[in-house]
């Protein structure tokens, strides 16, 4: 194991963490007492009011947050693919130290909500960022693993907010210090990112050749002969897909097609890790654990526990189940959760009676039934699989574009929550709509989502080569999301006959063959060639 590409994933993560603590610690603060009394609200009723119009302005405390996040994310494909990963790392990580000083010296409503966007806007560029820094770090076997980590510091900064704001509740500058230690979790990312070397990928296609394989080195635990392999492969790569010239260029390139329907799939699937509920939990846990009548802070302190430590499961799985796999049974569980918790809550009327502390506490499971299901799938699995699947020259901006999607999914989930909570609906009828959602993002993953483990960030690009009506075919997916029937490598087909030379393996699907091309005579003439039959001519 390499412990130095470990430890600099790990500390680069660290940027996951402020987005978490972001998105935690807004949940206890805003029904604090002290932090309601400051500002006017209804603190007699704290999290439980029904007053549509007060949940309306914490809904737009909340959600503001996400529009800065938005943001922060499209801007940072751009700075990040002309000035370099490590110094986009360092600008969000100032900009977040700004916004939470704003917040925690607030006396005014208009001085949070300014706050909230401009931390927004930090936490944005470092969640576009963030993913790709790592993916481009690590080596292919280990690639999900330290991806994942990112999800893993955003569940870890939710611990640890949810713990500041249990403590927090009883002091009236508890919400200012929840909100003030944003700066010192800020300064240091800011600090510890001078330490941190560029990745060898944007250095190959900034021509920085002699550093990149001095990084490369570093990195990696490998023999001279493979380190020059690999960054041959990275200049291939690089050579293959020259760099557009110019702002317009380069989006005429992200709108080709065979580009395009990544873009699409990217955002799709970042757009559902939100519209999966997650952040319902996350953002608004204490006003639904107090309609339903049960310890709001406490039960909410061990929801951030499991999704923590669930999540470090998911990076030991990624890279042995599959991408693919996790996604799917994630969805399936948290549908099951969702809906059997959405019709204990009609049947009973336990918001309608005040509470029901035994089907209260049921929902209590369920909800964690439903967070250890996303923990271990949706969570990290979605930013692996969009920080992977383009191309170098236009990853950055690809990758902010799907993280784009993501904060729209949020803004939507942090602002129409609280109202549909204080409507006729309430928290059984925001449960039934989110099955609705869970049920629509399996099946777009079974459907439009092939299978990267253990490909290289280069050969990844070429799973998608498959013309797009003829990659909707549920049977070669449902293989693709079982890594234990077929072949271990990426495809994971399930055929048994399976020929093999030191210059081709082919793969074959009920109607299809393919030739993935490994090390031949040119590396360049790495590829992927489809067939509409099973017959093929080998090249």
């Known amino acids: 194991m390499n412990l130095y590409v470990w430890g600099i994933t790990l500390f680069a993560a660290f940027g996951g963490f402020l987005f978490g603590y972001d998105i935690g610690v807004i949940n206890g603060v805003k029904d604090m007492p002290s932090f309601r009394e400051t500002f006017h609200f209804n603190s007699t009723n704290s999290s439980c009011s029904e007053d549509v119009k007060e949940s309306t302005l914490l809904g737009l405390i909340v959600s503001l947050f996400s529009l800065?996040?938005?943001?922060?994310?499209?801007?940072?494909?751009?700075?990040?693919?002309?000035?370099?990963?490590?110094?986009?790392?360092?600008?969000?990580?100032?900009?977040?130290?700004?916004?939470?000083?704003?917040?925690?010296?607030?006396?005014?409503?208009?001085?949070?909500?300014?706050?909230?966007?401009?931390?927004?806007?930090?936490?944005?560029?470092?969640?576009?960022?963030?993913?790709?820094?790592?993916?481009?770090?690590?080596?292919?076997?280990?690639?999900?693993?330290?991806?994942?980590?990112?999800?893993?510091?955003?569940?870890?900064?939710?611990?640890?907010?949810?713990?500041?704001?249990?403590?927090?509740?009883?002091?009236?500058?508890?919400?200012?210090?929840?909100?003030?230690?944003?700066?010192?979790?800020?300064?240091?990312?800011?600090?510890?990112?001078?330490?941190?070397?560029?990745?060898?990928?944007?250095?190959?296609?900034?021509?920085?050749?002699?550093?990149?394989?001095?990084?490369?080195?570093?990195?990696?635990?490998?023999?001279?002969?493979?380190?020059?392999?690999?960054?041959?492969?990275?200049?291939?790569?690089?050579?293959?897909?020259?760099?557009?010239?110019?702002?317009?260029?380069?989006?005429?390139?992200?709108?080709?097609?065979?580009?395009?329907?990544?873009?699409?799939?990217g955002m799709i699937l970042q757009l559902f890790q939100q519209l999966t509920g997650m952040n319902v939990i996350m953002y608004y846990s204490t006003s639904i654990f107090c309609k339903i009548g049960v310890a709001s802070y406490a039960s909410t302190a061990i929801v951030g526990a499991l999704n923590f430590f669930t999540t470090l499961l998911s990076v030991f799985l990624v890279d042995k189940v599959g991408r693919k796999a996790l996604m799917l049974l994630g969805a399936l569980g948290m549908l099951v959760s969702m809906v059997i918790a959405a019709s204990l809550l009609l049947d009973f009327r336990v918001e309608r009676d005040g509470g029901n502390e035994v089907v209260g506490y049921v929902v209590v499971i369920l909800i964690c039934f439903f967070v250890f299901n996303f923990a271990y799938s949706w969570g990290p699995v979605a930013w692996v699989v969009t920080s992977e699947i383009y191309p170098l020259h236009l990853r950055g901006i690809a990758v902010s574009l799907t993280t784009s999607a993501n904060w729209i999914g949020n803004f939507i989930i942090a602002m129409v929550t609280p109202i549909l909570l204080a409507s006729p609906l309430k928290t059984y009828g925001t449960f039934y709509i989110l099955s609705g959602f869970l049920l629509a993002a399996f099946l777009f993953v079974l459907l439009t989502l092939p299978e990267t483990k253990g490909e290289s960030l280069e050969r990844v690009e070429m799973l998608f080569s498959r013309p797009w009506l003829e990659r909707i075919n549920i049977s070669y997916y449902l293989r693709c999301g079982c890594p234990w029937w077929g072949n271990s490598r990426g495809l994971y087909l399930g055929d048994s006959n399976l020929s093999s030379s030191t210059q081709s393996d082919q793969y074959k699907t009920d109607d299809t063959t393919f030739l993935l091309h490994g090390e031949s005579q040119s590396a360049s003439e790495t590829e992927i060639m489809y067939t509409g039959s099973t017959s093929h001519s080998s090249t």
């Open 68 to 265: 800065g996040c938005l943001t922060g994310a499209l801007v940072a494909g751009v700075i990040s693919d002309r000035m370099g990963r490590k110094p986009t790392m360092m600008v969000g990580g100032v900009v977040f130290v700004v916004g939470g000083a704003i917040q925690s010296a607030a006396f005014y409503v208009w001085m949070v909500l300014l706050g909230r966007v401009v931390a927004g806007i930090g936490v944005g560029i470092l969640s576009m960022v963030v993913p790709v820094y790592n993916a481009e770090m690590a080596p292919k076997h280990l690639r999900g693993k330290l991806v994942s980590l990112n999800q893993l510091t955003i569940t870890a900064g939710i611990m640890v907010s949810f713990l500041v704001d249990l403590g927090g509740e009883r002091f009236d500058v508890g919400w200012r210090v929840a909100l003030g230690l944003q700066c010192v979790f800020g300064t240091v990312l800011v600090f510890g990112m001078c330490c941190l070397p560029e990745t060898p990928r944007w250095l190959v296609k900034k021509h920085h050749d002699t550093r990149a394989a001095s990084v490369l080195t570093r990195i990696r635990k490998a023999s001279e002969q493979d380190i020059q392999e690999e960054l041959r492969e990275i200049q291939q790569a690089v050579d293959r897909n020259p760099v557009a010239e110019g702002f317009l260029e380069l989006w005429r390139s992200l709108f080709k097609w065979r580009i395009f329907q990544r873009v699409l799939i």
